[in-house]
């Protein structure tokens, strides 16, 4: 199925960008982005509400803030969600594929999460009461040099490094590895997965393979966080999205479920959202 862009080739040419050129997106651009928001949807029947609005959109003149972490960017997208079952996870997927969509026609984005003004942004989105706003990005044309602080912020966050295989895939239980042969033809969507971006780059998910069934769960936030959500089922939706894609493209079938809790000794850091059950 074909989904607007080529997967891998976008997965990989992805990155973070923190540097742009300080001029506003323009009005074909705009547009399409738009388009495209209007086609989104998540496997999880999540309605995920997008905003994109200009730096410049704060009340009283004051232009929306990232504490010095993204420069030029002239555009932002907001996405909100009202809470509930597979909320975020849902708004993480929706907003992915947004991201991978720019991706494919050479913008650039950055996932924020936390380094950015909140209470600025929810007036200039018109955040309502009932409604969750994890996040946000910046969108637009990358400049060519990074800036040190760019540069010092992805080497913190070992932004080009991934986990192995070994540590976030496994086969039957959590004290088996998952190879790539024990995957046959879908190991190319575990491998989109691990490509996946997330916070601060802490790579949450773990998948097991069991049955007709791959399970995804989530490795718990430590209890002493003072964040008022879990930014790590948005990371959940992330990663769900890219094996998505992945299954889309290769005509591979299945579909998101969430099932009883399987019957597997599992970690008590890791908790269980959902499963692609293989029809």
Known sequence: MNQGFPVEKTVKARSSVRTYEDRALSSETKEKINAYIGTLSNPFSVDVSFCLLQSDAAAKGEKLGTYGVIKG??????????????????????????ILYAASLGLGTCWLG???????????????????FPAISPIGYPFGKKRLVESLVRKIAKADMRKDWSEIFFNNDFSSPLTASDAGEFAFLLEMLRLAPSAVNKQPWRIVKASNAYHFYKTKAPENSRASLDIQRVDIGI???????????????????????PEIHTPAHEQYVFSWVID
């Open 73 to 98: 960017a002239k555009d932002f997208i907001g996405a909100t969600v009202v809470d509930g079952e597979l909320a975020l996870e849902g708004l993480g997927y929706s907003f992915e594929k947004l």
């Open 239 to 261: 990663a769900a999205c890219h094996f998505h894609l992945a299954a889309l493209e290769k005509d591979l079938p299945g579909r998101f479920e969430k099932l009883p809790t």
């Open 114 to 132: 936390g380094t950015f003004k909140r209470s600025e942004f929810a007036k200039a989105i018109a955040v309502k009461d009932n409604e969750l």
